[in-house]
């Protein structure tokens, strides 16, 4: 079976993105945060805390009396949710017979007690130690999510996957703005591989916190280079250009190059073959090891686009991609 289509999207509950849990009933056997984090779950054969079994999720206690347990989280970027992934990995015994999500929209704040809730996914069966991946239909964005757990128990993992909200009308035709970070809704569309980190790392706030918060390709062993295309948040004309190769030593390409297109119509998956013609944006650059290189007199004016191709020779990891630039219609 085939993965859905919502996996292409950015997980919208990844802390990395500044997502937290503002309130939790009860996560007394493990803390809800631990349910947030963007690395896969794992298993610790023999170690106990002061509560008993540490687990990798969040946990709750047995309820001995009425109702469920449920915790509020705010996404750390507003977003249209396309899909949820709710992971029991590991969780045997102690999983929840079933689980739903509410979101609700507050951008001016953490929504009030009496704030209305909107029912995105209603209550499905879970199974221990699985993967429960369920498509929303829904096209309205949302600020916070409150997932429902029946009655109690443990999810090692909770993904949002979805689109990033920014009101674009807001940001000034003069501002610079980061066209591709995730946060304004870029989003790396695919890439010629992924062996030792995500080609989504690239596009992350902030610097990379290690090798594995960017993206790494294993040792060519073939002619050619490695690549990611990355779709903008909003089409632009881009002026300056960061790539950092932050944690990558003895592993960090040699040079990149960027082309760039406005691409109007098509699929995802068709942009791969198209992408080969698209114009030189930026030429070739040396890198050098762990360090941010900033790119200006170095590119070339194509004028407004939609999507660039990031190619490093021949292979290797890079942290960060930044394309700072104007917004266009």
Known sequence: MSNPTFLKYINLADARLGTKSIFVTDDWFAAVDRMLQPEAPVWKEGVFDDNGK?????????KRFEGYDYTIIRLGVPGVIKGVDI???????????????EACYSPDGDPADNAEWTELLGAVSLKGDSQHLHAI???RPWTHIRFNIYPDGGVARLRVYGIP??????????????LAA?????????CSDEHFGKKGNILNPGRAINMGDGWETARRRTPGNDWVIVALGHPGEVSRIVVDTLHFKGNYPDSCSIQAAYVKGGTDEQIETQSLFWKEMLPAQKLEMHQ?????EQINSIGPITHVRINIFPDGGISRLRLFGKVTD
């Open 54 to 62: 540490w687990m990798d999720g969040w946990e709750s206690r047995r």
């Open 137 to 139: 239909d829904d096209d």
């Open 165 to 178: 909200y920014l009101d674009w009308s807001k940001v000034g035709s003069e501002q610079e703005i980061d």
């Open 87 to 101: 992971d029991t990995s590991f969780f045997t015994g102690n999983f929840p017979p079933s689980a739903s999500l």
């Open 292 to 296: 941010e290189h900033e790119f200006t």
């Open 182 to 190: 995730s946060l304004n809704g870029g989003r790396a569309l695919s």
